[in-house]
């Protein structure tokens, strides 16, 4: 389990660690940094899986990411993202790509410069320090230790040596792992961080895939974008019973019957509402139904991840639903760890009163976003 994330540095992050259980629900207005919390752990994911540059790239680059706010004359302008996940910590520093690097590149001498070339990547990440340590008997061994471009690791004898493979300036160690067999420690941690998942935005507008007939495939996991939404719910109804998705429905909308249609090869649902003559398709359905609908798939996935990340789950939904989906975040949890970021003051309370966890409050001082519980 996740029980502690560190992030320093990063956009209104100035310094922030934080303690996590079983369920953490952030809870914090607009622009308190919420999302920046929730897109630190997906860098961490996206370093393990080999997206670290093309990640912070999506934000704007590096030079996006940094701490916006003051610094000391001599502080480093460096993000640092840390974690504590069971007995292993984890710790990524990044910065600017230095000038003078020759970033690994072969180019064809025609009179550019060096700092020509480098230009092209400035609002790269350059790893400038990555560390993996241990808890043995109340001692931190490294397993790993990477500095500038010397990186060494502990095999599975533990003893140190050179890794023996090459990683960009912009690459974690956990990406470049081939031969997880030799570090077993760090083939657990790099698998535990990618069976991650994060749901931060279903589509529900009329174009929307959620809409629309689905191609019905075997769908233990939901997409991150909820486009095999129906197949996913199928797929829960065909490993645990059709009782389950029904009753998660009924809970949110008492007297509703939830169906599967079939044809050609393509899936769809319907819901038979009270009081209605006839059933309503996707197509009619509310955009807070739908959402409500795709968080249930995510909850409910019988394939659970490590880590199941929401981010402001509340969207469209209205507030008759929280008590049915913190009841889901409660069954999920005893499955996988969940972390949830809001600004719905009664969605935190609901879900920390059915979790029995207390919220953790972001504000902003002086810029920086600062936690309280």
């Known amino acids: 389990m996740l029980s502690r994330l560190t992030v320093s540095g990063y956009r209104s992050i100035k310094n922030l660690a934080l303690p996590l259980s079983a369920v953490s629900v952030v809870l914090g207005a607009n622009g308190s940094g919420k999302s920046n919390l929730y897109r630190s752990l ?17 934000e704007g680059g590096l030079a996006s990411a940094l701490w ?42 025609s009179g550019d410069s060096l700092e020509q070339f480098n230009q092209f990547f400035l609002n790269d990440p350059d790893i400038k320090s990555e560390m993996v340590s241990v808890d043995y008997r109340g001692k931190q061994i ?32 956990l990406t470049g792992l081939r031969e997880p067999h030799l570090f077993p420690d760090l083939a657990k941690l790099r698998s535990d961080i990618l069976s991650w998942r994060f749901y931060h935005h279903f589509r529900t ?9 689905q191609l019905s495939t075997f769908s233990p996991v939901l997409n991150d974008d909820g486009s095999n939404l129906f197949a996913a719910l199928a797929t829960i109804a065909a490993i645990e019973g059709p009782d389950l998705v029904r009753q998660a429905v009924a809970d949110a909308f008492p007297g509703t ?23 309503l398709h996707t ?14 798939a995510a909850l409910l996935t019988p394939r659970p ?12 939904v209205h507030a008759s639903l929280y008590g049915a ?20 003051a009664e969605l935190a309370k609901q879900v920390a009163a059915a979790c029995k966890v207390e919220p953790i409050l972001l504000e902003k001082v002086d810029g920086a976003t600062t936690a309280n519980r």
Not at 283 to 296: C, I, N, P, W
């Open 325 to 344: 989906l913190a009841r889901l975040i409660v069954r999920a949890a005893k499955h996988t760890q969940i972390f949830v970021t809001t600004h719905c």
């Open 283 to 296: 197509a009619e359905l509310s955009d807070g139904t739908l959402q409500y609908l795709a968080l249930l």
């Open 42 to 58: 997906a860098l961490i994911w996206s370093a393990a899986g080999g997206t670290l540059a093309s990640s912070l790239a999506a």
């Open 257 to 279: 019957r939830l169906e599967f249609l079939l044809s050609d090869g393509l899936i769809e649902i319907e819901l038979h509402q009270p009081g209605l003559e006839r059933p």
């Open 305 to 316: 991840p490590g880590l199941l990340v929401l981010n402001e789950p509340e969207t469209s």
């Open 142 to 173: 490294k397993l790993l230790e990477r500095t500038s471009r010397n990186i060494s690791a502990r095999n599975m004898d533990g003893r140190p040596i050179e890794y023996p493979l090459i990683v960009s300036s912009s690459e974690s160690v």
């Open 68 to 109: 916006a706010g003051r610094r000391h004359k001599n502080e480093d302008d460096y993000i640092t993202l840390a974690l504590e996940l069971d007995d292993l910590s984890y710790e990524l520093v990044l910065g600017r790509v230095p000038l003078d690097s020759l970033m690994g590149m072969s180019y064809k001498a």
């Open 205 to 213: 507008d009329f174009q929307s895939p959620l809409r629309e007939p």
